[in-house]
């Protein structure tokens, strides 16, 4: 089937690493088989940082180990440094998620390295990956934080984005993704920066990871969609956050973005009223954990009929 926007869900990573409640590890793979189960074809399934500062994804190699069972899913998972990257590796993922903080503040309480020390560390997995033989290299993404706004620094200049966005791709990134850590970019200044990236490094694949702290993260999707954005992250229920980005609310909503997407006859794959149902597994497992998003309380009528739901999972 056709896709026309690509949703990587990122609720068992980014939703998953500011709460302290353990999720159990049959529960994540729970979600995972789920999800993939109504569509999605990325999921960013963990975190590979020290088990030591969070606890969370202390069974990160299980669940990577798990999620490549699923057949057709592209196991992604975030790696801060290089040797997040070696157990990403050795793990099997299909996709390593790098990240690469523009703001330094933001970088050194995130992970204790300078922007440019981030750059080296990203080299240096570019460089293991090469040694690989071609069918165990995982694709890398390049992603920068920070990029609309950073807590600690505030604005952070265009022409630094860039820049960092170049190196990641110059260095070998498969794509350069941009992050609104905070959820304070405004649509107008997506447009902006995607295109001032998008003239510096070409036809490469990018992708908006966006946050909807300010309640902006939709509009932003479309300002995304207008500047020729086809990937986007988000988080079902809205989980998400960063224990280092103060203030910093849930991911923009899956069930909410599919909903907009299909609505605007963008085809995602994604059946929406069996993702919605995948709310259950969360819920039952993280009973004290919010969850946010619109489309569960109900579909307009015969919206399932038209767009998404049996009609989808029908084709
Ligand atoms: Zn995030």
Request: hydrophobic share 45%.
């Amino acid at each position: 089937m056709t896709i026309d926007v690509e949703i990587c869900e990122v609720g068992p990573r980014d939703g998953l690493q500011i709460i302290h409640t353990f999720m159990p590890t049959a529960a994540k793979q729970a979600w995972i088989a789920a999800e993939a189960a109504a569509g999605v074809r990325e999921i960013e399934v963990c975190s590979f940082v020290p088990p030591k500062l969070i606890p969370q994804f202390a069974d990160a190699t299980e669940v990577v180990g798990q999620a490549k069972s699923v057949s057709g899913l592209s196991v992604a998972a975030l790696v801060p440094n290089f040797k997040g990257a070696e157990r990403a590796i050795a793990a099997g993922v299909d996709k390593l998620s790098f990240t690469l903080s523009v703001s330094t503040a933001h970088s050194l309480a995130n992970v204790r390295k300078t922007p440019d020390e981030q750059l080296a560390e990203f080299q240096a997995i570019v460089a293991t990956l090469k040694t690989l033989p071609p069918e165990r290299r995982p694709l890398l993404s390049g992603g920068l934080s920070t990029v609309f706004g950073c807590a600690i620094e505030g604005e952070i200049p265009d022409a630094t984005v860039v820049r960092y966005a170049v190196a990641l791709a110059e260095a070998g990134a498969d794509d350069v993704s941009l992050a609104d850590t905070t959820g304070v970019g405004d649509p107008a200044q997506i447009r902006r920066l995607v295109a001032a990236v998008r003239a510096e490094i070409g036809d490469m694949p990018m992708a908006l990871h966006l946050h909807n702290t300010m309640g902006l993260g939709l509009a932003n999707v479309v300002a995304g969609l207008e500047a020729g954005i086809r990937a986007f992250d988000s988080s079902l229920g809205g989980l998400g956050g960063c224990p280092y980005a103060p203030g910093a609310t849930g991911n923009i909503v899956t069930e909410d973005l599919v909903f907009m997407l299909e609505s605007m006859g963008l085809r995602t794959g994604i059946d929406l009223d069996r993702l919605i149902a995948v709310r259950e597994i969360i819920a039952a497992a993280l009973p004290d954990e919010a969850l946010y998003g619109h489309v569960q309380h109900g579909l307009p009528k015969r919206w399932s009929d038209l767009r998404g739901g049996s009609h989808v999972a029908a084709a």
